[in-house]
């Protein structure tokens, strides 16, 4: 693919060239723009908007394009332009410049179920919806191709699929299921879930964000862990009163310019729970006719969290709401494609607010966002609204005092015996509301259940499964296709449990599964083969649970996704490690996550971890991560090069991104200021730095590497500051290994990515001076100019020892002397060449830099 990176700039930031618009509309002049600079190819190409949007932050337009050839669209050929003050001042495109078709016919206008179901591997298909046709580049031609999305029925997987449109051969597909691990070993997923039914109607006929008369917002408050609070084992709830942002929430929280809601739902978010799994709205709390969200809340050992769902859905509706306005004032507005059913005539294309769902009944330990997409194509509104499922968490156990998952009923020497620790599996049902199911064991053949036992050899049988050899999905589907209603898969050498992943076949089980040690495994198996017949119940006592609804940290995360998806390319798919291994989106999901806790008093010392409260840790815990969040190496000392050992572990990868990001937060912090409420001051460091992420996200490509992420953000300084920051950026990026020659290698390797520590020359004369706080004058140099040697003067007559270094431009020192405060020595000059030099006085701890110019 041939990349075309064009800086045609902006002449009053000195950065790009010029090419002015003279008042055009966007279309008509992006079409003059192509055509000129030849970007386009033949002239059966052309280009659509898809959408374009007014960033204040950088006082441009934003628009992201895609070719089209023959009418229809092609394939990730995307392209990006930037217009600020009536000129184009950068673009960028991914088009193809020659396009050949084959000759292939019309192709099918639908695909059949089975053919979907075979090619992608699922059971059952709840829903198939198609966009218009494309084509796709095979083998240096160009194939008709459909592009569609596949609803698994079984599991969350929403699966986006690029398929030959005549013979159905799966061209490119990518699971929008975002998986994200909460716990460290149990291959646990988070889900980027498909959410409310999708919106097909004609542009002209879309009135969802149309409505320009305002409604005066109703009273409303809230008992909840506000933020900055991070969960509850960080502080206590709060009510508020009417916490909304008028400029993000015109009506509040509980309108959406057409109802007012007294529950839990309105224009931003719908939080209810979905205990049954079901993906359909079900209860939710009502604060009444004051919409007085106060509810009880307790937590511990012997509490069961259904009774306080109250309380957890109105933090998790407070959450949304709250991000939501948080993010709108950083750039997440309706032209960004953010989430609002009415868009109020600003802009995008509204009808997809958050469907957030508590108490999820599709799996344990873990969260998830799906962020759907909004999109136009010929005039046609393509809508997938996004969707939160937040699950309970399941507290730590001990030999003393296991979680409760399963109960012999006969014999009676088997009933007496003591519970034994065991984990869950994030797949299956998960035996909600007093559930359970009951039958006598069975022990599969073959033990590991790898291939399929006989057919009926396992019916209305609880299964025991060895855990060797293969996934846990595919011995549970193995056991279930031969009959069981349930499984006990059992480690053979340990006798620690683990909680189980799904894997590729996970989300065809039906059936509950339970994962035990090995001694009690041992035990039923030589039970079971001398001829017991052991009768069992698997339950699943939900005591001492917690809530993911109240962890904030985890609530931002997931909200996380949906802002980098929308603001990345196209909308959506552009973040798949199915396009592109340096997948960072776990990292700006944890970066948003620290910054919306950012506590008064936090200082860069501070190390912090992700997800404590999930992970039963104190507040002080390493949380779900490898190391904690630090700019100290001495701790964590993670650079670009460890993720060549991440191979397909999103989350570690995430993890190097997110650093790079808490080392740049700190430097903006030293430069201007800290307060940890972003909306406090626009000025302060924390609202700068989060400013230029969701920018960088804005002019990022799709599919960006860690390469185009660093770039996108020096672009965006330049852009909005001339530059300001270009060598704290670059120096931030290069203490973890992405200088100037980092290379990211083929998109497509997870192994190839090349490390640097090295900045642009010019950032060299800072010598580190941005890293520390000077003091005020105390030493003057002189003469200077100077030709042949200066002197170094102490004004403040202090006692300590004097270092005087002196380095050329590219940052290599020259001259180097230590004296004592009262010697009056010289330095000589002479033999340095003409130009510009840097005097670095040390005294103590106080450091001064000065500009020598040596003729």
């Given at each position: 693919?041939?990349?075309?990176?064009?800086?045609?700039?902006?002449?009053?930031?000195?950065?790009?060239?010029?090419?002015?618009?003279?008042?055009?509309?966007?279309?008509?002049?992006?079409?003059?723009?192509?055509?000129?600079?030849?970007?386009?190819?033949?002239?059966?190409?052309?280009?659509?908007?898809?959408?374009?949007?007014?960033?204040?932050?950088?006082?441009?337009?934003?628009?992201?394009?895609?070719?089209?050839?023959?009418?229809?669209?092609?394939?990730?050929?995307?392209?990006?332009?930037?217009?600020?003050?009536?000129?184009?001042?950068?673009?960028?495109?991914?088009?193809?410049?020659?396009?050949?078709?084959?000759?292939?016919?019309?192709?099918?206008?639908?695909?059949?179920?089975?053919?979907?179901?075979?090619?992608?591997?699922?059971?059952?298909?709840?829903?198939?919806?198609?966009?218009?046709?494309?084509?796709?580049?095979?083998?240096?031609?160009?194939?008709?191709?459909?592009?569609?999305?596949?609803?698994?029925?079984?599991?969350?997987?929403?699966?986006?699929?690029?398929?030959?449109?005549?013979?159905?051969?799966i061209l490119t597909k990518d699971n929008l299921t975002v998986e994200c691990n909460f716990e460290h070993s149990n291959g646990y997923k988070e889900q980027e879930k498909?959410?409310?039914?999708?919106?097909?109607?004609?542009?002209?006929?879309?009135?969802?964000?149309?409505?320009?008369?305002?409604?005066?917002?109703?009273?409303?408050?809230?008992?909840?862990?506000?933020?900055?609070?991070?969960?509850?084992?960080?502080?206590?709830?709060?009510?508020?009163?009417?916490?909304?942002?008028?400029?993000?929430?015109?009506?509040?929280?509980?309108?959406?310019?057409?109802?007012?809601?007294?529950?839990?739902?309105?224009?931003?978010?719908?939080?209810?729970?979905?205990?049954?799994?079901?993906?359909?709205?079900?209860?939710?709390?009502?604060?009444?006719?004051?919409?007085?969200?106060?509810?009880?809340?307790?937590?511990?050992?012997?509490?069961?969290?259904?009774?306080?769902?109250?309380?957890?859905?109105?933090?998790?509706?407070?959450?949304?709401?709250?991000?939501?306005?948080?993010?709108?004032?950083?750039?997440?507005?309706?032209?960004?494609?953010?989430?609002?059913?009415?868009?109020?005539?600003?802009?995008?294309?509204?009808?997809?607010?958050?469907?957030?769902?508590?108490?999820?009944?599709?799996?344990?330990?873990?969260?998830?966002?799906?962020?759907?997409?909004?999109?136009?194509?010929?005039?046609?509104?393509?809508?997938?609204?996004?969707?939160?499922?937040?699950?309970?968490?399941?507290?730590?156990?001990?030999?003393?005092?296991?979680?409760?998952?399963?109960?012999?009923?006969?014999?009676?020497?088997?009933?007496?015996?003591?519970?034994?620790?065991?984990?869950?599996?994030?797949?299956?049902?998960?035996?909600?509301?007093?559930?359970?199911?009951?039958?006598?064991?069975?022990?599969?053949?073959?033990?590991?259940?790898?291939?399929?036992?006989?057919?009926?050899?396992?019916?209305?049988?609880?299964?025991?499964?060895?855990?060797?050899?293969?996934?846990?999905?595919?011995?549970?589907?193995?056991?279930?296709?031969?009959?069981?209603?349930?499984?006990?898969?059992?480690?053979?050498?340990?006798?620690?449990?683990?909680?189980?992943?799904?894997?590729?076949?996970?989300?065809?089980?039906?059936?509950?599964?339970?994962?035990?040690?090995?001694?009690?495994?041992?035990?039923?198996?030589?039970?079971?083969?001398?001829?017991?017949?052991?009768?069992?119940?698997?339950?699943?006592?939900?005591?001492?649970?917690?809530?993911?609804?109240?962890?904030?940290?985890?609530?931002?995360?997931?909200?996380?996704?949906?802002?980098?998806?929308?603001?990345?390319?196209?909308?959506?798919?552009?973040?798949?490690?199915?396009?592109?291994?340096?997948?960072?989106?776990?990292?700006?999901?944890?970066?948003?996550?620290?910054?919306?806790?950012?506590?008064?008093?936090?200082?860069?010392?501070?190390?912090?971890?992700?997800?404590?409260?999930?992970?039963?840790?104190?507040?002080?815990?390493?949380?779900?991560?490898?190391?904690?969040?630090?700019?100290?190496?001495?701790?964590?000392?993670?650079?670009?090069?460890?993720?060549?050992?991440?191979?397909?572990?999103?989350?570690?990868?995430?993890?190097?991104?997110?650093?790079?990001?808490?080392?740049?937060?700190?430097?903006?912090?030293?430069?201007?200021?800290?307060?940890?409420?972003?909306?406090?001051?626009?000025?302060?460091?924390?609202?700068?730095?989060?400013?230029?992420?969701?920018?960088?996200?804005?002019?990022?490509?799709?599919?960006?590497?860690?390469?185009?992420?660093?770039?996108?953000?020096?672009?965006?300084?330049?852009?909005?500051?001339?530059?300001?920051?270009?060598?704290?950026?670059?120096?931030?990026?290069?203490?973890?290994?992405?200088?100037?020659?980092?290379?990211?290698?083929?998109?497509?390797?997870?192994?190839?990515?090349?490390?640097?520590?090295?900045?642009?020359?010019?950032?060299?004369?800072?010598?580190?001076?941005?890293?520390?706080?000077?003091?005020?004058?105390?030493?003057?140099?002189?003469?200077?100019?100077?030709?042949?040697?200066?002197?170094?003067?102490?004004?403040?007559?202090?006692?300590?020892?004097?270092?005087?270094?002196?380095?050329?431009?590219?940052?290599?020192?020259?001259?180097?002397?230590?004296?004592?405060?009262?010697?009056?020595?010289?330095?000589?000059?002479?033999?340095?060449?003409?130009?510009?030099?840097?005097?670095?006085?040390?005294?103590?701890?106080?450091?001064?830099?000065?500009?020598?110019?040596?003729?």
């Amino acid at each position: 693919m041939n990349r075309k990176i064009f800086l045609q700039s902006f002449c009053a930031i000195g950065f790009f060239a010029c090419n002015v618009i003279n008042g055009q509309s966007s279309q008509e002049t992006l079409k003059n723009y192509y055509q000129k600079n030849g970007l386009l190819g033949s002239s059966n190409s052309a280009f659509i908007i898809l959408n374009e949007d007014n960033s204040k932050s950088l006082g441009a337009n934003i628009i992201n394009t895609q070719q089209t050839y023959n009418g229809l669209r092609v394939y990730n050929a995307l392209g990006k332009v930037i217009i600020k003050e009536g000129k184009i001042i950068l673009e960028k495109n991914d088009f193809k410049k020659n396009i050949f078709i084959t000759n292939q016919g019309n192709g099918k206008d639908q695909f059949s179920e089975d053919l979907l179901k075979q090619n992608l591997g699922l059971k059952n298909i709840a829903r198939v919806e198609y966009l218009p046709d494309v084509y796709f580049e095979k083998n240096n031609v160009f194939v008709l191709a459909k592009e569609l999305f596949v609803t698994d029925k079984n599991s969350s997987d929403v699966w986006h699929v690029v398929a030959d449109a005549n013979t159905g051969e799966i061209l490119t597909k990518d699971n929008l299921t975002v998986e994200c691990n909460f716990e460290h070993s149990n291959g646990y997923k988070e889900q980027e879930k498909e959410s409310s039914p999708y919106v097909n109607s004609d542009l002209e006929n879309q009135k969802m964000s149309t409505n320009s008369s305002l409604l005066v917002p109703s009273n409303a408050s809230y008992n909840v862990f506000a933020l900055p609070i991070e969960a509850p084992t960080f502080g206590g709830r709060s009510v508020l009163n009417n916490p909304w942002d008028l400029t993000a929430s015109p009506e509040g929280w509980h309108s959406d310019g057409t109802n007012s809601y007294t529950n839990t739902r309105g224009n931003n978010v719908y939080a209810y729970s979905d205990q049954g799994n079901t993906d359909n709205p079900g209860y939710s709390p009502d604060g009444g006719s004051n919409r007085n969200f106060d509810f009880t809340y307790t937590e511990g050992r012997f509490v069961n969290p259904f009774t306080h769902r109250d309380a957890a859905i109105t933090n998790l509706f407070y959450m949304n709401n709250k991000i939501h306005d948080v993010f709108y004032k950083f750039g997440f507005t309706e032209s960004a494609r953010n989430f609002q059913t009415n868009n109020f005539s600003n802009g995008g294309i509204g009808g997809d607010a958050v469907r957030a769902e508590a108490f999820d009944g599709s799996g344990l330990n873990n969260a998830n966002f799906a962020s759907g997409y909004e999109t136009v194509i010929s005039g046609q509104i393509y809508i997938l609204a996004p969707r939160m499922q937040m699950y309970l968490w399941d507290r730590a156990q001990t030999t003393a005092d296991p979680i409760v998952r399963y109960q012999y009923n006969s014999p009676a020497n088997v009933v007496s015996r003591p519970k034994v620790m065991t984990g869950s599996a994030s797949f299956g049902p998960l035996l909600f509301d007093g559930q359970s199911v009951t039958g006598n064991l069975a022990v599969a053949s073959p033990a590991d259940a790898c291939t399929q036992p006989a057919a009926g050899s396992l019916t209305n049988k609880i299964a025991i499964i060895t855990s060797t050899s293969c996934e846990y999905g595919l011995k549970v589907l193995n056991a279930q296709t031969a009959g069981a209603v349930g499984v006990i898969v059992y480690r053979p050498a340990s006798d620690t449990p683990l909680n189980m992943g799904p894997g590729t076949y996970g989300n065809q089980v039906t059936i509950p599964a339970i994962n035990m040690g090995m001694t009690e495994g041992n035990f039923l198996v030589t039970e079971v083969n001398n001829g017991t017949v052991i009768n069992t119940t698997l339950i699943n006592d939900f005591n001492g649970f917690k809530h993911s609804s109240l962890d904030n940290g985890i609530v931002v995360h997931e909200y996380g996704h949906g802002i980098s998806n929308r603001l990345t390319g196209q909308g959506y798919s552009c973040l798949s490690t199915s396009n592109s291994t340096e997948q960072m989106g776990e990292g700006w999901s944890d970066f948003f996550a620290l910054m919306l806790t950012a506590r008064p008093g936090d200082t860069s010392a501070l190390a912090r971890g992700i997800g404590t409260y999930s992970s039963n840790q104190g507040t002080t815990g390493v949380g779900i991560r490898p190391e904690k969040y630090t700019p100290d190496f001495a701790i964590n000392d993670y650079t670009y090069q460890a993720t060549n050992s991440m191979t397909g572990n999103s989350h570690s990868i995430g993890f190097v991104w997110a650093s790079t990001l808490w080392d740049l937060t700190w430097k903006y912090i030293e430069k201007y200021g800290y307060n940890s409420d972003v909306l406090a001051d626009p000025n302060s460091g924390n609202a700068r730095i989060l400013q230029m992420v969701v920018n960088g996200l804005k002019l990022q490509a799709c599919s960006p590497t860690f390469i185009d992420g660093r770039d996108a953000i020096l672009q965006a300084d330049m852009i909005a500051t001339n530059g300001a920051d270009k060598c704290m950026i670059w120096k931030a990026f290069a203490k973890r290994g992405l200088g100037v020659n980092a290379s990211a290698g083929s998109k497509t390797v997870w192994t190839d990515q090349v490390e640097d520590f090295s900045f642009p020359q010019e950032c060299n004369t800072v010598l580190g001076t941005e890293e520390i706080k000077t003091s005020e004058t105390k030493y003057v140099i002189f003469p200077n100019p100077t030709y042949d040697e200066f002197f170094v003067g102490n004004i403040d007559k202090s006692k300590e020892e004097v270092k005087i270094n002196v380095f050329d431009m590219s940052g290599k020192r020259i001259l180097s002397d230590t004296r004592e405060y009262t010697s009056k020595k010289g330095i000589s000059t002479k033999g340095l060449q003409k130009g510009v030099y840097m005097v670095v006085i040390k005294q103590g701890d106080k450091i001064q830099t000065e500009k020598l110019i040596v003729k």
